[in-house]
């Protein structure tokens, strides 16, 4: 299974990368750090599987770099390049944030969820909320990957 996990959290990434390996131990695990490399990652090589962060910098982060403009719906938005470039890829999202600003208010993951399975039908298979002492999400996950055809 190739799996391209989107994380710009080094400790967030490391938790997802050991899990991920702990129940695929031959997986081929590319990582990218932005919407930018993302991006790149998906036009080397379609992946059979997805994780994303919501909030993500438009560019890696490096020594002396901010990784530009951050995006709060970064997420979002690999999931509508996807889909304009025509790509079929089961994506989830995976974040650590309970709800998002959005024109002037907050919108929960309840209804985020429910705005991406209407806008992206056929890739999307789900909004997790990562929390680090909790084990919630490695359950919910492991179902996503498992119902998408990869066990």
């Given at each position: 299974?190739?799996?391209?996990?989107?994380?710009?959290?080094d400790?967030?990434?490391?938790?997802?990368?050991?899990?991920?390996?702990?129940?695929?131990?031959?997986i081929?695990?590319r990582?990218?750090r932005?919407?930018?490399?993302?991006?790149?990652?998906l036009?080397?090589?379609?992946?059979?599987?997805l994780?994303?962060?919501?909030?993500?910098?438009?560019?890696?982060?490096?020594?002396?770099?901010?990784?530009?403009?951050p995006q709060g719906?970064?997420g979002?938005?690999?999931?509508?390049?996807?889909?304009?470039?025509?790509?079929?890829?089961?994506?989830v999202?995976?974040?650590?944030y309970?709800?998002?600003?959005?024109?002037?208010?907050?919108?929960?993951?309840?209804?985020?969820?429910?705005?991406?399975k209407?806008?992206?039908?056929?890739?999307?298979?789900?909004?997790?909320?990562?929390?680090?002492a909790?084990?919630?999400?490695?359950?919910r996950l492991?179902?996503?990957?498992?119902?998408a055809?990869?066990e």
């Amino acid at each position: 299974m190739n799996i391209i996990l989107v994380e710009d959290e080094d400790p967030k990434r490391r938790h997802i990368e050991a899990f991920l390996k702990e129940h695929w131990p031959t997986i081929d695990l590319r990582l990218a750090r932005s919407v930018r490399s993302a991006l790149a990652a998906l036009d080397e090589k379609i992946p059979d599987f997805l994780i994303l962060d919501m909030s993500l910098p438009t560019f890696d982060i490096g020594p002396g770099e901010t990784g530009g403009r951050p995006q709060g719906f970064g997420g979002r938005e690999l999931m509508r390049n996807i889909e304009l470039d025509e790509i079929r890829c089961p994506c989830v999202i995976l974040t650590g944030y309970e709800a998002f600003s959005k024109a002037g208010g907050q919108v929960g993951l309840d209804a985020l969820n429910a705005e991406l399975k209407e806008e992206h039908p056929v890739n999307f298979h789900g909004m997790l909320h990562y929390n680090s002492a909790y084990g919630d999400w490695r359950e919910r996950l492991l179902e996503i990957i498992n119902n998408a055809g990869f066990e």
